[in-house]
C-alpha cells in the first residue's frame, strides 16, 4: 500500500525548488540514495496514539507496534500503561526496533509514553536480506512472559519478510522463530489455542503457512517455569498482499446444511494436569459434553502431566463438518471454536485438614473427593462456556475475531468473521436478521458493501469484545484505506504488500 507523502505539495509556480543534481535520487551513488530513503522514511508524520482508548492494555500497544513496522510508519502511544497495570511486550517491541532499525523511547519501567520510528521494511531489513540469517531468537522478559503474545506482536513483520536475495521469489525462504517464556499463562492465548484454533484458522482463511512445534512448556502457575516454542514463517511473495480464500466459510454460508445450528464433526480435548486429576476430568468432560452436545464425537487430543497442583489446563476445540457447498470457493472449509481454562487446586486441598475431610484434597495430598470435585467444576465450566459459544451463530469464538482484526486490514479485498451476539436492536445490522445478511453476502463481489452501513472508526467500535473494538480502531488509525462495515462484521483491507527494494 502506498504511503503518504510528507513532502509539502507544489501547485503552479509559487513553490519551484531548486536542488542540485546531488539531491536528486536519479543522479545518487546507491549508498546515498538508501540514506535519502531512510531520512524519508523517518520524517514521516508522527502517528500520535492514546494508550487508554478501548481495551487500552497490552493488546493496543503490540498491534500498533506489529503494523508500525510492517509499513514503516512512526508512532507515539501516550499513557502506555492505559486502563491496566501495564503493557507487557518489551522483548517484542526491542527486537523490532532491531530488524527496522528503528528509534525507540519509553521502553524503561515506569514511562508513560513509548515512541517506535522504524525506518527499515521488513524486504529492506538487514536480517531477512542473507540466507544464512533467517533464523529469530527471543528470551521473554521472564518466564511469566508470553511467547505467544511475542509471536503475535512479531508475526505481520515475519509474514511480509519475504525479500531475500538467495532463493526464487516465488519461494520466499522460510523463517524459524524460537521464543523462550511462558506457554501456558494467565490472560493469554495457550500454545494449545495457537495450534489448534489460531494458525489452522490463518491458514484456511489466507493461506499462511506456519509450522510449529511446543519444545518446554512454560508456566506463571506454582513455580515459575520457562518453556519454548519452535515456529517456521513461511512469508508471502515481495508484491503479494493476502487475499480471503474461503469467502464462503467466512459468512453465514459456511453455517450447516439446514440452515439452521451449526452441525459439529467434533470436540477435540486437550488436559494438561496432575497424573491423578486425569480419569476424573477426562470423565467429567465426556458427561458435561455428551449432556451439551448429543452425538458429538468426544476426541482427546492431548493428556499431559503438568507436574503440579497448581497447574490445571483444559482446551476445548468444536469444529464444524466441511461445508460442501457445490465445490464452492468454501469448500472443505471448517470453522473452528475455542474455550480454554488455566486454573489451580485450592489451597484449601493441599492441607491435612482437607486430606482428613476428602472433600477438598488434591491429587498429591488428599482423597479423591477433592479431586473428583475439581475434576467437575473445571469441566462443568469450560463445556459450558464452549457451548455458549457456539450458540451465539458465529464463524469464529470471541478470542479468534480480535486475533484475525490486523490479517483483514493488511489484506486486499473483503473479509468478514462474524459472530452472533450482538446488540438486536437494529435486525438489519445484528441480531436475528444478521444471519440471512451475511448469508446473502457474497464477498466475491466487487459491489458487495452496496447496502451495507460504513462504520465510524474514530473509537473502538463494531460486535464482539472490548478487545475486538479496539483492535478495528488502531489498524484504522494506523491504515487509514481500511474499511468496515455493519459494525465491524465486514472489512475492507487496505492491501498492502512490500514493495521491491
Not at 489484506?411 to 436478521?433: H, I, K, T
Amino acid at each position: 500500500m502506498a504511503q503518504p507523502s510528507s513532502n509539502p505539495t507544489c501547485s503552479g509556480t509559487a513553490n519551484i525548488i531548486l536542488r542540485s543534481s546531488a539531491d536528486d535520487p536519479e543522479h545518487m551513488l546507491p549508498h546515498q540514495r538508501k540514506a535519502a530513503m531512510k531520512k524519508s522514511k523517518a520524517a514521516r508524520p508522527i502517528l500520535e496514539i492514546d494508550g487508554r482508548t478501548g481495551e487500552g492494555g497490552g493488546q493496543l500497544v503490540r498491534i500498533a507496534c506489529a503494523i508500525a513496522s510492517v509499513i514503516t510508519q512512526p508512532i507515539r502511544i501516550t499513557n502506555v500503561r492505559g486502563n491496566r497495570e501495564g503493557p507487557r511486550g518489551g522483548a517484542s517491541i526491542e527486537w523490532l526496533a532491531r530488524v527496522t532499525d528503528a528509534e525507540v523511547n519509553g521502553l524503561s519501567v515506569g514511562s508513560t509514553t513509548l515512541e517506535f520510528k522504524p525506518r527499515e521494511s521488513p524486504a529492506t531489513s538487514k536480517l531477512f536480506t542473507g540466507i544464512h540469517d533467517r533464523t529469530v531468537k527471543i528470551d521473554a522478559d521472564s518466564a511469566a512472559a508470553s511467547t505467544l503474545l511475542i509471536f503475535q506482536a512479531i508475526f505481520p513483520f515475519l509474514l511480509f519478510a519475504g525479500g531475500n536475495t538467495n532463493k526464487r521469489q516465488d519461494h520466499p525462504e522460510h523463517i524459524d522463530v524460537e521464543i523462550s517464556g511462558g506457554t501456558n499463562i494467565s490472560f493469554s492465548l495457550s500454545y494449545e489455542y495457537l495450534d489448534q484454533v489460531l494458525l489452522p484458522s490463518l491458514e484456511q482463511a489466507f493461506g499462511i503457512v506456519v509450522e510449529r512445534k511446543l519444545k518446554t512448556r512454560g508456566w506463571n502457575l506454582g513455580k515459575m517455569q520457562r518453556g519454548t516454542v519452535a515456529l517456521r514463517v513461511h512469508p508471502i511473495r515481495v508484491g503479494d498482499s493476502l487475499r480471503l480464500r474461503n469467502p464462503t466459510a467466512c459468512t453465514m454460508k459456511g453455517r450447516n446444511r439446514q440452515g439452521e445450528d451449526f452441525d459439529l464433526e467434533a470436540i477435540d480435548v486437550s488436559i494438561v494436569a496432575p497424573t491423578d486429576m486425569h480419569e476424573s476430568l477426562s470423565q467429567a468432560l465426556v458427561q458435561n459434553l455428551g449432556d451439551l452436545f448429543p452425538d458429538v464425537e468426544v476426541i482427546f487430543k492431548l493428556l499431559e502431566d503438568s507436574g503440579a497442583n497448581s497447574r490445571i489446563y483444559v482446551l476445548l476445540v468444536a469444529r464444524s463438518w466441511p461445508s460442501d457447498d457445490e465445490g464452492g470457493a468454501g469448500s472443505g472449509a471448517v470453522l473452528r471454536w475455542g474455550r480454554d481454562i488455566l486454573t489451580s487446586m485450592p489451597k484449601a486441598a493441599n492441607s491435612k485438614k482437607g486430606k482428613n475431610k476428602g472433600d477438598n484434597g488434591s491429587s498429591s495430598h488428599a482423597g479423591t473427593g477433592g479431586v473428583a470435585s475439581m475434576s467437575e467444576s473445571v469441566a462443568t465450566k469450560v463445556a459450558r462456556a464452549l457451548y455458549d459459544e457456539v450458540s451465539t451463530g458465529g464463524v469464529v469464538d470471541e478470542f479468534l475475531q480480535d486475533q484475525l482484526v490486523a490479517f483483514q486490514a493488511l489484506a486486499s479485498g473483503l473479509s468478514a468473521f462474524p459472530r452472533g451476539n450482538s446488540d438486536p436492536a437494529d435486525d438489519n445490522v445484528s441480531g436475528p436478521g444478521m444471519e440471512e445478511a451475511m448469508a446473502a453476502l457474497d464477498l466475491t463481489d466487487e459491489n458487495a458493501t452496496q447496502g451495507l452501513r460504513k462504520d465510524k472508526t474514530t473509537e473502538p467500535f463494531g460486535e464482539g469484545s472490548l478487545h475486538a473494538k479496539t483492535a478495528r480502531w488502531m489498524v484504522s488509525e494506523l491504515l487509514p484505506n481500511v474499511k468496515f462495515y455493519n459494525k465491524g462484521k465486514v472489512c475492507e483491507g487496505a492491501g498492502f504488500a512490500v514493495e521491491k527494494p
